[in-house]
């Protein structure tokens, strides 16, 4: 049995192989049958992966093989495999016949001779992080066995798979719950899985899980305590606004320059969105037609619209025209982001 799997969704590829391994391989025998190997490992070549997958089971009808990047490594190495087959083609043809057949040589071309003699009980995994799909081994698998790509779920797509997590976790949750979680935490599977568990411990057995919650718990993983300084800015809360900004510095891994970038970014965003969502209000369109409009979840929505009271929409237009410019400014290297971001806060809180 041949597969492939590739793609940016490693969180659904990783839980595909351990439902190979435990639907192929009884724990008890795992140690003998499972092997994983690396192929940018040091010392790694291609006979490893012929002798295991060449080697019977013991006590279990399968052994179960995965070797991970090992096409993108061969494929580093194809074209100087093909010049030396070729030369070698060439100085074969003067010692015999042309109709001679040739056993293959390069480690490329022992891979995929094997591909067609892989035995019945072993179950050969290729994982690659992405493929060209013209690879002779790309389509080798594809005619001998199963290709598989793994794309992160986007959109409804994501709040469908939260839900159907959720039920398969036997977590309650409020139905406003998957799409704030799609919001927030985008299509980062590992984080889902973690922050509903977390969630779910937090709500308490039986009980469901609600937006309120995901508001309060979720700052502690995807580090929003940034939606602190967001907020105290719309309140203009100067105080609050610099308190929040030195304590997240303090606790940042980042570099200055990187750390500064991240928080302009968030209050660009932010200025953004009360500027569209001011906008909207004004023209008295409802909560749920605003998010519509601008593909925000209607309880951030609904959570937002008491900030617009701080700021006409002529101020967040300012405001947003002097973010663009000072975002150029520093993209052009003609202004310190550090330094302007700080005065910025000033600018923000005392109304200017």
Known sequence: ??????????????EELQKLKSDNISPEVADFNFVKLDALKSGFTVDDVLNNADAYPFLSDKRLVVVTSLIGKLAKSAAAEERAASRAATKAARTRSATATQAPTTPRERFLDFLNRVPVTTILVLVEDKVDKRDAIYKAIDKLGAVREFEPPKDWALEKWINERAVSDQIKLDRRVA????EYLGSDLYRLENE??????????????????????????????????????????????????????????????????????????????????SELHASRKT??????????????????????????????????????????????????????????????????
Request: proline share 3%.
């Open 196 to 277: 509903l568990q977390k969630l779910a411990a937090y709500a308490g057995e039986g009980q469901a899980v609600t937006p309120e919650m995901v508001e309060m718990m979720t700052a502690e993983v995807q580090d929003t305590a940034v939606w602190t300084l967001t907020d105290a800015l719309s309140r203009s809360d100067l105080r609050g606004s610099l308190a929040t900004l030195n304590r997240l510095r303090k606790e940042s891994t980042e570099s200055t320059q990187g750390f500064t970038r991240k928080m302009f970014n968030i209050v660009t965003k932010q200025i953004y969105d009360l500027l569209r969502i």
């Open 1 to 14: 049995m041949l597969y492939l799997f590739y793609g940016e969704d490693q969180f659904s590829l990783n």
């Open 179 to 182: 799409p704030l979680l799609r």
């Open 287 to 352: 909560v749920n037609e605003i998010a519509q409009a601008i593909g925000m979840h209607p309880f951030r929505v609904e959570k937002t619209i008491p900030l617009i009271r701080n700021f006409t929409p002529e101020r967040l237009s300012r405001l947003y025209a002097r973010l663009t410019e000072l975002d150029y400014l520093d993209k052009k290297g003609k202004a310190d982001l550090t330094i302007q971001f700080d005065l910025l806060i000033h600018e923000i809180c005392l109304g200017r």
